[in-house]
């Protein structure tokens, strides 16, 4: 069993930024390939970031390209997700996930085993 927990969110303006941690406990952290994703109000939750075990290989969903940069550090246990340039668009509910799958199918939600409770983004215009 892994246990996640986000923090980080919060309110904030149009173009401010924000930093995303999702700490990990119980198994061994640098199994799992790790994601962040969102989900809006009325809407599915969908894939915004995942990072590969050794953090060498990152996978961006194309509206945060340039402006969000997810990262891990396995000695802290933690990943994370620098947020820039943010818009009211990306107002949603962020999510940590851990996999210890492959890379294939790393966009999709069932791809993956745990999930933290989640940490509201607010952005207002």
């Known amino acids: 069993q892994v246990q996640l927990v986000e923090s980080g969110g919060g309110l904030v303006q149009a173009g401010d930024s924000l930093r995303l941690s999702c700490e990990a406990s119980g198994r061994t952290f640098s199994n799992y390939a790790m994601a962040w994703f969102r989900q809006a109000p009325g809407k599915e939750r969908e894939f915004v970031a995942a990072i590969s075990r050794n953090g060498a290989i990152t996978y961006y969903q194309d509206f945060v390209k340039g402006r969000f940069t997810i990262s891990r550090d396995n000695a802290k246990i933690t990943v994370y997700l620098q947020m820039n340039s943010l818009k009211p668009e990306d107002t949603a509910v962020y999510y940590c996930?851990?996999?210890?799958?492959?890379?294939?199918?790393?966009?999709?939600?069932?791809?993956?085993?745990?999930w933290g409770q989640g940490t509201q983004v607010t952005v207002s215009s």
């Open positions: 996930a851990g996999s210890s799958g492959t890379a294939a199918n790393i966009r999709l939600t069932e791809k993956y085993d745990y």
